[in-house]
């Protein structure tokens, strides 16, 4: 809208948003089943099974996209428009594609889509004894559905949608963590002083922790081929664009090499009049949280209400480097070219004017980013 005098004048046609009135009621159904044993040395050991079903969850989906391929149709080219090689450069404009006339997009909230998530959860607790306390978890689980959002069951408004959500979307939500293991600690050090005075200082130190490993984020693998729209690859706009093609197994998506977070050459270049299905979503997972956090810590008491406590704590301790994102978007040369342009590369480039062109570096399966290095902080609390 644009205005102009007295009121606002309408320059293109309307979006709306629609909702299913004759849809379902959205439900979640959580279901868990569990044992639970006592063990030595003071010790309890948990093995459930936790899971949930979300049904008719509320997904939007735009219902007035052009069809797949409607831009490639003879009688839906622009005739002012000079001849082109490139498939839909010569389409009409979108708004007169689409299948209800004088409008433009129709955002419809229906409850179509699902998730369910299953889960072997394990806990090991040791009660405080002989100056340690001991816990261990772990948690095994699959997290599957159409569209992602805070937790199972629930379905995100806004997601990439498609005509048929569940042959293309349905996969590992973006929250998927398969595994996720903790150990935590409390020990009390040994007492080394013997000495009254000397043992005030030296004794009595506390060393607690947590261990942490956790599966990183799943991802996706996006294309960017220059000068071309999105009527090229599927015919139509304002729906969910063609994926990467799968040539080959790309790996996990993780590794040790920061150039090298999956195989390039198992990606390719999507053929025009795709209909998204050249591969699935969050088939990569980025590296794992591998951290250990550690915290010594010791309390001086002057009377009985009054104490100082001293403690350094340690985020990530080991300074272990921990890679995060990574570049996963691959340039292809041209539509009739699939040659990368984007490769990682540890080596720079040195352009013609002797200028430093460091590109490779964070290139197409490099990592952009990694997760903090080692914290340290340094505390006092005194009470009274």
Do not use: C
Not at 214 to 220: C, D, H, K, R, S
């Amino acid at each position: 809208m644009q205005d102009i005098g007295s009121g606002p004048i309408i320059l293109a046609p309307p979006g709306l948003v629609a909702f299913d009135r004759e849809g379902k009621v959205p439900t979640t159904y959580s279901y868990n089943l569990g044992v639970q044993k006592k063990l030595p040395l003071d010790s309890v050991l948990d093995v459930s099974y936790v899971g949930s079903l979300g049904v008719h969850q509320i997904q939007l989906r735009n219902i007035n996209a052009p069809a797949y391929g409607a831009a490639y149709l003879p009688q839906n080219q622009d005739p002012t428009l000079a001849a082109s090689a490139t498939p839909g450069a010569t389409a009409l404009p979108v708004d007169l594609l689409r299948p209800y006339q004088g409008f433009g997009d129709i955002q419809f909230h229906e409850p179509s889509s699902s998730s369910n998530y299953h889960s072997l959860q394990l806990s090991w607790n040791r009660r405080f004894r002989k100056g340690l306390l001991l816990g261990v978890t772990h948690t095994w689980s699959k997290v599957l559905g159409t569209q992602s959002a805070d937790r199972p069951g629930i379905a995100a408004f806004g997601a990439p949608n498609n005509f048929d959500q569940r042959r293309t979307n349905y996969g590992p939500l973006d929250f998927d963590r398969p595994h996720n293991f903790n150990v935590n600690w409390v020990y009390e050090l040994p007492n080394f002083a013997k000495n009254k005075a000397l043992g005030y200082a030296a004794n009595n130190w506390q060393l607690s922790g947590i261990y942490r490993y956790q599966t990183g984020a799943p991802y996706n693998v996006g294309i960017n081929v220059p000068g071309i729209s999105p009527y090229t690859l599927t015919g139509t706009q304002t729906i969910e664009s063609a994926r990467v093609a799968l040539l080959g197994n790309p790996g996990l998506g993780r590794t040790t090499d920061p150039y090298r977070q999956f195989d390039p050459a198992a990606f390719g270049l999507p053929k025009t009049g795709s209909l998204s299905l050249e591969s699935g979503r969050n088939f990569l997972y980025r590296n794992p949280i591998n951290s250990w956090d550690m915290s010594l810590s010791k309390e001086f008491r002057f009377t009985e209400k009054t104490k100082i406590e001293f403690r350094l704590d340690a985020f990530n301790a080991l300074n272990h480097t921990q890679f995060d994102g990574v570049n996963s978007t691959i340039n292809f040369t041209s539509l009739t070219n699939p040659t990368p342009t984007n490769l990682a590369s540890p080596n720079v480039i040195v352009n013609a004017n002797g200028s430093i062109n460091r590109a490779p570096l964070t290139g197409f399966g490099a990592v952009t980013s990694v997760r903090p290095p080692r914290n340290l902080q340094w505390s006092m609390r005194f009470e009274f």
